[in-house]
């Protein structure tokens, strides 16, 4: 029964979602679109609304599936079912985590594949697009692991200004690395240390949300 009950409410959450889902791919495949159409200026402008139509999801997701759930007082409604906090709190992690890694890991793959088929994009770029869709990712995370833990409209919108505030000085700093500008134009993709302390990093921290998250949630007895 409760295991059912966790089912309905990641179903349901889906469903109510399934519009700004597909509204992500379809942005981020028409940006695509422009990158794949060549040219400086639609490469550019390609490349920025891609990466735009995830950080806008990953912001825009927590406070729908979390914040809004408390707003419109169906959390307490939700919390009478016979489920109990960590199946609760598993199902709401699955659920906001899922709905965004969805689009992020089509859109990403989508990305590596028009690299790797065109010809005058050369595939020492596919290190650099793991790098910045990691950023993303990350940046989603913290920011759903605040509203899902605290639940409050205000911290969540304090997490996504900083988090959005520091995705360019990371692009900066990234941009300014030489080991890694030596690689953009590489034939093969160059997998350098600094490449990999970087992803590595990255899925760390992903995990270390995850985990922090579930913990903090579980422990919660007032959910009113």
Known sequence: MKDSVVQTLILSDWNRHRFFIMLSILGGGLALGLVAWGGELPTILGSTW???????LGCMMPVSNVINERKKQTLAFLMSLPISVAQYTLAKILSTFGMFLVPWLSLIVAGGLLIVGRQDIPDGIIPVLLILGGF???GFCVVAGVAIATESESWTIVATIALNSSYGFGWYVLIRNRELRAGFGNADPVWSPTVLTILLSEAAIV?????LTFFVQSRKRDFI
């Open 207 to 211: 995990a270390v949300v995850l985990a």
């Open 136 to 138: 993303t990712l990350v």
């Open 50 to 56: 891609f990466f735009v139509s995830l950080i806008v």
